[in-house]
């Protein structure tokens, strides 16, 4: 996804929920996944107001594996996206009928690790954000 992409989806977002006083958004850590996006494609007063509409929060670098969504998108892409589509409702068709099937077919992930295994990986990550997790 590009800044510009991903100044679009925001902006659609605060749409979508104009109420929300903060709208928490769970993301990766690419490289165009946070609001200094918003200002290389909006006025400055702009950018800002967008990027305080939003409270972020970003997966651990070395936890791919708690990413499902990566996941689903990568199965999306192979079994739908791997070809040339004539229009977007052709798209949102397809797309939709494919994740109803996955759904249907309660397609779920094989877990690579334990709970265990995985409170050890991320022990430091809990530790910077409550000191009380250090042992």
């Given at each position: 996804?590009?800044?510009?992409?991903?100044?679009?989806?925001?902006?659609?977002?605060?749409?979508?929920?104009p109420n929300a006083v903060k709208i928490r958004?769970?993301?990766?850590?690419?490289?165009?996944?946070?609001?200094?996006?918003?200002?290389?494609?909006?006025?400055?007063a702009?950018?800002?107001?967008?990027?305080?509409?939003?409270?972020?929060?970003?997966?651990p670098k070395s936890a791919s594996w708690l990413n499902m969504i990566e996941i689903e998108f990568s199965a999306l892409a192979r079994l739908c996206l791997n070809r040339r589509i004539p229009s977007f409702e052709v798209l949102e068709q397809e797309a939709m009928a494919l994740i109803a099937a996955r759904h249907e077919q309660r397609i779920k992930i094989s877990w690579q690790f334990s709970i265990c295994?995985?409170?050890?990986?991320?022990?430091?990550?809990?530790?910077?954000?409550?000191?009380?997790?250090k042992k």
């Amino acid at each position: 996804m590009s800044q510009k992409e991903y100044t679009l989806f925001c902006q659609a977002m605060t749409r979508m929920w104009p109420n929300a006083v903060k709208i928490r958004l769970v993301e990766d850590n690419l490289n165009t996944h946070n609001p200094g996006s918003f200002y290389e494609h909006l006025p400055a007063a702009a950018a800002f107001e967008l990027a305080q509409r939003f409270e972020f929060f970003y997966t651990p670098k070395s936890a791919s594996w708690l990413n499902m969504i990566e996941i689903e998108f990568s199965a999306l892409a192979r079994l739908c996206l791997n070809r040339r589509i004539p229009s977007f409702e052709v798209l949102e068709q397809e797309a939709m009928a494919l994740i109803a099937a996955r759904h249907e077919q309660r397609i779920k992930i094989s877990w690579q690790f334990s709970i265990c295994t995985a409170r050890t990986k991320m022990a430091s990550k809990y530790e910077l954000v409550n000191a009380a997790n250090k042992k």
